[in-house]
């Protein structure tokens, strides 16, 4: 089916029908959690129209006055341009769209007038980062249109301490009944000497599963967004926001012009890349900026460029941020197995095992992959609502709910898309009444849709992405979506989108051959990958040699680099992904029970992208602090200057004197000393290794008790 949704509003209804997979008519978007604004905060300029002299450049800045954008026609061709303190970070770069059977709307413009405002609000998200948000941005709305054919064309530019978001506009005018994008002409002109990292551009499942790269600009030829890069004294990533109803956009270099890239939008079967129906508005494309990496990956750029929740009118107890545990690292590595039969994993003793682990570790959800009929072997016709003979599913039910367990209901389409889509009411409605809550979609291999082959990244996979969410949203249901589209904010509008794969997570360890992920891409995702949103890394690994099945693959790390993942990769739904067994003997378990999934503040407090990361997020009057590594030794110096006046209690779980990535990663020397807010602490790593600390109030048998801390013996 190649018939789209016509005019690209915000997306806060639940699609009406599979067959259409439109958002048709007008329903209010709902706002976030209300939190009362500031003196001086309390609202939106109204937007200033004023004419404009069609050749002239329009400026906007952001509310510091740090960031700035220049919007011009030159020669008949939208452009802009950015600077940061006064330096370039993007040079004069093109605009423009292609529809079919039209002149490309990158010649033949003329600006006829701009409107200017200010957002300033903020607001609460349902889980997070940070507890609050404040969304400050001066905006300029460029109109301009075609000479000798009248075509109009909007370019929207929000501009952001932290950097800028542009789209494109389509207003409603003549001509627009039914239309065809061919190609988007966005250009990124940036320093060719800059370092980057980034994933290559393609179009398999698996894309987004790969390792990043850190390659000169100069060298990179296409790239996946986010792509971060370093130019100077500046950190700039490229990426897109609120991401419906369009392609994703990937990067490709310009023959001849040396760091100018081009968005290129992943293509449907056709070979179009998007099918539209009136007015129209694309997603951002998205630069965020800062003096250090720590400031991208503190950003909320992405997300403030997504529309308000559009589910918060009710009641969101169902929307619950936790741990979980669950049959799935066993699988991995061959120890039991997804199909049914003398080794399948998922059976009823196997689950509520992992059901008492849950509650011993104060994780909120259990996931069983292999429970449903169908599942494993070819994964074709799999029944989402029956489970394996081996498995009493109301028993499971019954003794997770008695616990406080939630429970994840595995859907592994594996690329069966249409059947999935056809069935999603059914099948989600039945978990509604079952009290199921949550589902871990899956789409490996390949996506067939409307019996098509097609990438999981064209326009119509997104659309059934955001059918599945709000389907889910429509029957209480969270998602955790793997190998599907990349994240882009939207789960500000949908936050029952809580998390999702496109990352080369735990599970590589084992696919990608005895070197698993390195070291050094845990210290680039932050950065990277992290940029647009959560991700289901899959942490909590702690017997890292672990290999039941003798398949001569392991995890890339210490035991102790597995604590420090906490602090250090968010997802409001984060595996401890261990066995019940290795949890039982390992002593760094304690540092996971109670694990915080949603924070009340983040930061990032020391980084070199590549080489070494230190994060510190907060809940309550707890502080968590996770360290890593690359493949060397280093020791840092970390000060606790982020803590407010006091005393505090710091339990330090470290690699271990003896301990080696290679050949001994499993010792965890434990520590628990006081500190005050003056302390620098030495954070010492082994190659591949970490540290991970909780820092809590002290009391005052811990001022008895407790000795202060004393930086280690090297």
């Known amino acids: 089916m190649n018939t789209f949704r016509g005019t690209r509003r915000r997306p806060s209804r639940l699609s009406a029908a599979v067959a259409v997979l439109a958002l048709a008519g007008t329903a209010a978007t709902l706002p976030d959690a209300p939190v009362r604004a500031a003196p001086g905060q309390e609202g939106t300029d109204r937007p200033a129209l004023a004419e404009a002299d069609g050749h002239r450049k329009h400026t906007v800045r952001s509310p510091d006055g740090s960031v700035r954008v220049a919007v011009a026609a030159d020669d008949g061709r939208l452009g802009y341009s950015v600077s940061r303190h006064g330096r370039v970070v993007v040079g004069a770069s093109g605009l423009g769209l292609d529809l079919a059977g039209r002149p490309s709307l990158t010649r033949d413009m003329r600006v006829t007038s701009v409107q200017h405002r200010t957002v300033d609000e903020r607001w609460r998200p ?46 409603a005018q003549p001509g627009l009944d039914a239309y065809t994008v061919t190609a988007e002409r966005t250009e990124f002109a940036l ?162 095992e992992y059901i008492d682990l849950a509650r011993r570790a104060g994780a909120g959800y259990v996931l069983a992959e292999g429970w449903n009929t169908g599942a494993g072997g070819t994964w074709e016709g799999q029944d989402f609502l029956t489970p394996q003979p081996d498995i009493d599913l109301p028993e499971i039910l019954r003794h997770a709910k008695a616990n406080d367990v939630g429970f994840i209901a595995h859907n ?80 500000r509008t949908y936050p029952n989108l809580m998390t999702g794969e496109g990352v080369a997570g735990m599970e590589q360890h084992h696919y990608k051959g005895k070197d698993g992920n390195p070291p050094a891409q845990a210290t680039m995702l932050p950065f990277t990958r992290y940029l647009g949103g959560p991700a289901d890394y899959t942490p909590g690994v702690l017997n890292v040699s672990w290999d039941p099945a003798g398949l001569g693959t392991r995890v890339q790390s210490t035991s102790a680099a597995q604590l420090a993942l906490y602090a250090t990769l968010f997802s409001p739904l984060q595996m401890l992904a261990d066995t019940p067994e290795n949890y039982a003997v390992h002593p760094g ?108 109030p002290a009391s005052a048998t811990d001022l008895r008790e407790l000795p202060s801390y004393t930086p280690p013996r090297p």
């Open 126 to 171: 349902k889980w997070g980062t940070d507890r609050t948000v404040r969304n400050h941005a001066r905006e300029l709305t460029v109109h301009a249109v075609q000479d000798g054919t009248g075509f109009r064309l909007d370019v929207i530019v929000r501009v952001f301490d932290d950097g800028v978001g542009i789209r494109y506009r389509l207003p």
């Open 589 to 696: 378990f304690t540092f996971l029970r109670n694990m915080p999934a949603t924070w009340d503040e983040s930061r990032v407090l020391d980084s070199a992208i590549g080489d070494y990361t230190v994060t510190a997020r907060r809940s309550g009057d707890t502080w968590y602090l996770g360290a890593l590594t690359d493949d060397h030794d280093r020791s840092l110096r970390v000060p606790l200057s982020f803590l407010a006046p006091g005393r505090y209690v710091a339990e330090i779980y470290a690699d271990a004197p003896g301990t080696s990535w290679k050949d001994n990663p499993l010792p965890v020397e434990t520590r628990t000393v006081l500190v005050r807010p003056s302390t620098r602490l030495t954070v010492s790593m082994v190659a591949g290794g970490g540290q991970a600390l909780r820092i809590r």
């Open 191 to 352: 320093d060719p000497a800059a370092a980057s990292w980034s994933l290559a551009a393609g179009t398999d499942w698996n894309a987004d599963e790969q390792h990043y790269r850190e390659l000169p600009l100069a060298a990179v030829d296409t790239a996946q967004t986010p792509m971060t890069l370093k130019s100077g004294n500046s950190y700039i990533a490229v990426h897109e926001a609120d991401l419906t109803d369009y392609p994703a956009m990937t990067l490709r270099a310009q023959p001849g012009r040396p760091g100018v890239f081009t968005s290129e939008l992943v293509a449907l079967p056709d070979g179009a890349k998007a099918h539209l129906r009136g007015a129209f508005s694309t997603p951002w494309r998205t630069l965020t900026v800062g003096g250090r990496p720590g400031d991208l990956a503190e950003s909320h750029l992405i997300e403030n460029l997504n529309d308000p929740c559009a589910i918060c009118d009710g009641d969101t107890s169902w929307i619950r941020p936790a741990t979980y545990v669950g049959v799935w690292w066993e699988l991995q590595r061959r120890h039991t197995t997804w199909t049914a039969g003398p080794k399948h994993g998922a059976t009823t003793k196997r689950v509520k």
């Open 412 to 491: 592994e389409t594996r690329g069966f898309v249409d059947a999935y889509e056809r069935d999603l009411e059914k099948i989600y409605s039945r978990y509604e009444d079952l009290g199921i809550h949550a589902v871990k979609t899956g789409y490996a291999t390949k996506f067939v849709l409307d019996g098509v082959q097609r990438s999981h990244y064209d326009q119509r996979a997104v659309r059934h992405y955001q059918y599945v969410t709000e389907v889910a949203a429509r029957h209480r249901i969270t998602v955790n979506a793997h190998e599907a589209i990349k994240p882009t904010g939207l789960s």
